[in-house]
């Protein structure tokens, strides 16, 4: 199995429901954890971005997907492989498919590790991350949707903090038909059952927290692509910004602290998630 390009990497857990286990270095390592959103447009902000995370020393790098403008494009890949080199080659490195990746084999090859998965799981500093592919069928009944069920339900109660990162938002103020995907009723009764306290997504190209349901959702879109105004006003919306970012998470004894951060080094948005407790835990 390839190294992820990096010398700590913990478990992947793939789809197709097999898991591999990664004999490297195994010891626990306490640090930052970036995300970022959609980078297919300006490759000088995009650089910039990545210049300013490498400066947090992340552990893990996750991407909520349009990496490049069009994935059937090598050379944009060859333009997104030397940006994003520096973070490619020491950290764990997790991407998930957005609509502009246009299903190409090029973003496959490009991140071979993954073995061809749409969607997978992964745990880092303590925290269980999963990566769903909002552009593959998500309904009941669907070979992603069943996967899914399996790795919430497999999630030791001990591991309080559970992320989810997709591309297409449920909720977003964007430029976009709100819940596009029409994801939200099928992902809202699992995320509530099985403890997330929060879900990353991009397609709208800006900066926003929203809550809802107890769980907070973040649109991190800021990456490089061409920044869009407000579309609309959604009541569950905290901070709304129209800001090219990323978002750097560190774990607390209070919480994930989760901190945005823009072009400019400046903090935008702070705040911390809370672990969610289940029915049934917390009496061991």
Not at 93 to 118: I, Q, T, V, W
Not at 233 to 247: A, D, I, R, T, V
Not at 261 to 266: A, E, G, H, K, L
Request: proline residues 4%.
């Amino acid at each position: 199995m390839k190294k992820m390009r990096s010398h700590h990497l913990k478990r992947l857990i793939l789809a197709a429901g097999f898991f591999l286990l990664a004999n490297l270095d195994l010891q626990v390592f306490a640090g930052n954890i970036a995300i970022l959103g959609d980078s297919q447009s300006y490759e000088y902000v995009h650089d910039r971005l990545v210049k300013i995370i490498l400066e947090h020393r992340p552990t893990a790098v996750f991407r909520v997907g349009d990496l490049v403008n069009d994935g059937l494009d090598p050379q944009q890949w060859e333009d997104f492989n030397r940006i994003e080199a520096p973070l490619l080659s020491t950290v764990n490195y997790y991407p998930a498919l957005g609509n502009h990746e246009m299903d190409s084999p090029l973003y496959f090859k490009n991140f071979p590790y993954l073995y061809g998965a749409r969607w997978y799981s992964v745990q880092e500093e303590g925290i269980h991350f999963i990566v769903l592919d909002s552009n593959s069928d998500l309904r009941p009944g669907s070979a992603q949707y069943f996967w899914l069920q399996e790795d919430l339900k497999s999630i030791s109660e001990d591991i309080t903090y559970r992320i989810v990162i997709f591309h297409h938002p449920l909720l977003s103020s964007g430029y976009h038909k709100e819940d596009s995907k029409g994801l939200r009723d099928i992902l809202m009764p699992l995320l509530q059952t099985h403890g997330i306290c929060a879900v990353f997504s991009g397609h709208d190209h800006h900066y926003e927290r929203l809550e809802y349901e107890g769980i907070v959702f973040i649109v991190t879109g800021g990456g490089g692509s061409a920044l869009r105004d407000r579309a609309r006003h959604s009541p569950y919306s905290k901070k709304f910004l129209k800001e090219y970012h990323f978002c750097l998470l560190s774990k607390e004894s209070a919480g994930i602290n989760v901190t945005a951060i823009d072009s400019n080094r400046n903090v935008i948005d702070q705040f911390v998630v809370e672990a969610k407790i289940l029915a049934g835990e917390g009496k061991k």
